[in-house]
């Protein structure tokens, strides 16, 4: 096995990795009753995808949560931020998710949320992972060891219920838009059809919302991916299309030619009606676009610039107190007024709202932006790799200026280059963005070279 | 350093038992029913039951999580105790099953007891095996398209309950009027049951099932049913009063006249029974049990087969034998199995053979009691540690030359009308001491022995 790290990854971002011989219900259960000593005793939320492994991994983390003397709130099958959200709304102790997000569907993984609902921070993270390794957990005696209880109900009524305070309903439903959904037969098939036909009033297309049935493409929502759901808004004459991953924090849209608009356009247009009509300051990830540099100057605002993942974005965002917020290649739009978390509820009910507001069509809408063009790509990762190849890349752009707080960004006034080493994978990822589709192949071929070198 | 108490956790061919929390960890838990999984040979689902201590909800979760992931189906049965759950695993097929839950010991202990095709309690083999297992630590976990599901079975107890019925005349045993200490377990259920569907007059008291605080020690000893029950029977009328463990699968007896019965005169009781009836000749029971046994066999032309204490060696010793053959078996705490259902100890049937009886003869319970010799039982016990037992018992065994010996658990000595048992508990550290005589205690060997089991502490 080249990459054990691969199969199975325990770290500050939780635990995850291929069930059966990697990730097992003892692992699972140890890691929960980390999290239950952590927390302490009181209410902690659990809940989980659709992934065939989900129950048997719900029950090893309720052993291990019960074994540490908490008590157990399961809200069954709900998105990532419908179980953050009911975390933050009933003041519970802390909540767990049982999703691999948008990773395929042998993997999975549990993502932990603090009392407040959100990701914790990164100090957090690395006492709660010394924990587990101490494994000096509190370990309940039979009078201390609490119920189960269940809650099906509440969690997704108050989702959509902090949702919809931010958008104007009726002008929504007076459109009657006509709406393509590919579910993608995950946690949030049920909700998402609800939400769009009956809350919002639109004419409702939708394909792969059967939460008992296995996932229906490669989970990530990508233009690669999302070809059916392409088909069914050209087919059906629809206004817009939505493609969610498996545990509904990421969001694709696909405008009403067909065309799956680029995750960070979703989240340049989120940002732009958002500053409309609450001003603030944003916060991106490194690789997001700087088409979000333009917008916010048009709104006379500040952009705040994190390394890649969600906890990142939420702690800078927090810290700074940002209206909006997200991770551009990453397809996630963080509203904290609903809550600090990627959600692909507030993402579709802030472009309808925005279509309903405009009266343009998508295509129009998203012709406005600032226009950028980027190019990605990735090499195996090895170790010691990273480092040198910096120092070259810095010493083969003297003029650029430099940023170094997530492997090596670039930065030029009107283009960048970003390499950084994945969370998650063995590899190193670059990115690279420029005004024009020439610049950014020029610019992404001398890196290419330059990586290449050794 | 966390502190334990000495031998409150307890991994054996048993199973595993302890204190939870303290000593038995959901870490434990979830190895053990893994290697349970990997350990069972045939398809088909496995069928757990729990009983209703606070911890056992944490349990199920992490027995369901660790069979799920072994590629079993599980069908539950949620509160039940553990004859229903040997009941079901052969109703349903099953692979096997696992019953959750400690028995006689206090609220704060919990247990897995593992069961095999058919309902059977593994033998010492295959029970040494699934401790291999465990110990190994590497199990096998299917992948994630082949991981199992889980079932809920809210029938079980009525499955149970229809055997019952077709072994047991129940419209004649239901004129009796009974008082049943439930000890806050599941024995409640089904005589709840019992009385609604069939029309049984069962008195229940300490019924409502409770995770934490019990009434009383849920153990079937004559001191425990003079706590509550005994006292109830006359003023209520009652032919008779019973008292199961938390798990039903033991029983103890109270007369109508609110005596509380001797926890050792069950077995011989059901023994004069079932011996009458044949076709079994076989009484399969331990070492330390009393004598009376042996005087009831000899009656009937039956034959007494002793084996070490414990449940694996009775039902090794079950399965050596043809079941035609075997008249009962059981221990002198109460738990007894019936020839019908060979490998379940389940306390309800025995208190309906017991009823059955009181039906066949027209006797009351205390008449049925006092046709039998008396046989007085004395028992203590001495703390020792453990590298002095060998010595002990070469000494004891010569000083006491002239009886017959017997060294295959721990030390007894046999003479005519008086024997006695030493062994070393397997709970504690310490050693046992049971003494037997017909007619009065024998206190003075009993008091020398005891001199010379605290010589060697």
Redesign the interface.
């Known amino acids: 096995m080249p990459h054990g790290g691969h199969f199975l990854k325990i770290g500050v971002s939780g635990i995850r990795g291929?069930?059966?011989?990697f990730l097992?219900?003892?692992l699972?259960?140890?890691f929960a009753?980390a999290f239950g000593t952590y927390v302490g005793e009181g209410r902690v939320v659990v809940g989980r995808d659709t992934?065939?492994?989900g129950?048997?991994?719900q029950?090893?983390v309720?052993?291990?949560l019960?074994?540490a003397g908490c008590e157990v709130v399961d809200v069954g099958v709900s998105p990532t931020p419908t179980i953050q959200i009911y975390v933050s709304a009933t003041r519970a102790r802390g909540g767990l998710a049982i999703t691999a997000s948008h990773n395929p569907?042998?993997?999975?993984a549990l993502k932990l949320f603090n009392h407040r609902g959100l990701f914790f921070n990164h100090y957090e993270r690395s006492e709660l992972v010394d924990l587990y390794h101490q494994s000096d957990?509190r370990?309940?005696?039979?009078?201390?060891?609490r119920?189960?209880k269940t809650d099906y109900e509440a969690p997704s009524r108050i989702h959509l219920e902090r949702v919809l305070a931010h958008v104007d309903v009726s002008r929504i439903k007076s459109r009657h838009f006509r709406v393509a959904l590919d579910g993608v037969n995950g946690a949030g098939s049920r909700l998402s059809c609800q939400f769009l036909s009956e809350t919002l009033g639109c004419e409702l297309h939708a394909i792969s919302v059967e939460p008992d049935l296995p996932f229906s493409r490669i989970p990530e929502p990508r233009p690669d991916t999302l070809g059916e759901l392409a088909d069914l808004v050209r087919r059906n004459h629809c206004h817009v299309g939505f493609g969610q991953d498996p545990d509904g924090d990421r969001l694709a849209v696909v405008d009403e030619t067909g065309r799956v608009i680029d995750n960070d356009d979703v989240l340049a247009l989120a940002v732009d009606v958002v500053l409309q009509r609450s001003p603030g300051d944003v916060v991106v990830n490194l690789t997001t676009s700087h088409a979000i540099e333009d917008i916010a100057m048009r709104h006379n605002r500040r952009v705040y610039r994190t390394p890649v993942g969600e906890a990142n974005v939420v702690e800078v965002m927090e810290a700074v107190g940002a209206v909006i917020g997200g991770e551009g290649s990453n397809g996630g739009i963080i509203f904290p007024a609903v809550h600090p978390c990627r959600d692909s509820y507030t993402g579709m009910a802030l472009v309808l709202d925005y279509m309903a507001e405009t009266g343009l069509p998508l295509s129009a809408l998203v012709a406005r932006l600032p226009r950028y063009y980027r190019k990605y790509g990735e090499v195996v990762y090895e170790h010691g790799r990273l480092g040198p190849l910096m120092r070259v890349l810095e010493a083969a752009f003297p003029q650029a200026v430099s940023d170094r707080s997530d492997g090596l960004k670039l930065m030029w006034p009107r283009q960048w280059v970003h390499v950084r080493a994945s969370n998650t994978e063995p590899l190193l990822r670059l990115a690279a963005e420029a005004p024009s589709r020439e610049e950014v192949e020029e610019l992404f071929g001398r890196i290419v070279q330059l990586t290449n070198l050794r | 350093m966390r502190r334990v108490a000495p031998r409150s956790l307890r991994i054996s061919q048993v199973g595993l038992r302890g204190v939870v929390g303290s000593a038995m960890t959901a870490a434990h838990i979830l190895d053990f029913a893994s290697a349970f999984g990997m350990f069972l040979e045939a398809d088909g689902p496995i069928v757990i039951g729990r009983d209703p201590r606070a911890s056992g909800v944490m349990i199920r979760h992490g027995v369901i999580a660790a069979l799920l992931a072994c590629g079993r189906d599980v069908i539950d049965l949620g509160i039940v105790s553990t004859p229903v759950v040997q009941h079901a695993i052969r109703g349903l097929e099953a692979a096997g099953g696992i019953s959750i839950g400690a028995s006689h010991n206090t609220a704060d202990w919990n247990a897995l007891k593992f069961l095999g095709p058919r309902g059977i309690y593994l033998s010492t083999a295959e029970a040494s095996e699934l401790l291999d297992i465990y110990h190994l630590k590497k199990f096998r976990f299917v992948e994630w398209n082949r991981v199992g599901t889980l079932r809920l079975w809210d029938e079980a107890v009525d499955a149970y309950l229809d055997e019952l019925a077709a072994v047991y005349d129940f419209s004649s045993l239901r004129r009796f009027k009974v008082v049943v200490d439930c000890c806050n377990g599941t024995s409640s259920l089904v005589l709840r049951r019992l009385n609604d569907r069939f029309g049984f007059r069962f008195i229940l008291i300490n019924e409502k099932m409770e995770g934490v605080w019990f009434a009383h020690e849920p153990s079937t000893t004559q001191s425990i049913v003079e706590l509550q029950l005994a006292p109830l029977v006359k003023p209520l009328g009652a032919d008779a009063g019973f008292l199961f463990d938390a798990d039903s699968d033991r029983v103890a007896v109270a007369t109508e006249n609110g005596c509380a019965v001797s926890e050792e005169l069950v077995l011989p009781m059901l023994a004069d029974h079932l011996l009458l009836h044949g076709p079994g000749k076989l009484v399969i029971t331990n070492l330390s049990t009393t004598g009376l046994v042996d005087e009831v066999a000899r009656w009937h032309g039956g034959k007494v087969v002793r084996v070490p204490v414990g449940r694996q060696a009775a039902m090794d010793a079950l399965t050596s034998y043809p079941p035609e053959e075997i008249a009962i078996a059981g221990e002198g705490t109460g738990a007894v199995m019936m020839p019908q259902f060979r490998f379940v100890y389940d306390g309800i049937a025995a208190m309906l053979a017991i009823l059955t009886m009181l039906d066949e003869r027209g006797k009351k319970l205390s008449e049925i009691l006092a046709s039998y010799p008396r046989f007085s039982i004395l028992k203590g016990q001495v703390p020792l540690a453990s590298q002095q037992i060998p010595a002990l018992l070469m000494k004891l065994q010569r000083l006491y030359s002239d009886g017959i010996p017997n060294v295959q658990d721990g030390l007894r000595i046999d003479w005519p009308d008086r024997w006695f048992h030493i062994r070393v508990s397997q709970t504690e550290p310490i050693v046992r001491l049971i003494c037997e005589q017909r007619g009065d205690p024998p206190q003075a060997l009993f008091d020398s022995l005891l001199e010379q089991l605290r010589s060697f502490a």
């Open positions: 291929v069930v059966g011989e097992t219900p003892a699972a259960c140890a009753q992934r065939r492994s129950p048997m991994l029950h090893a309720t052993c291990g019960l074994a569907a042998e993997y999975n957990f370990q309940a005696l039979n009078e201390e060891i119920l189960v």
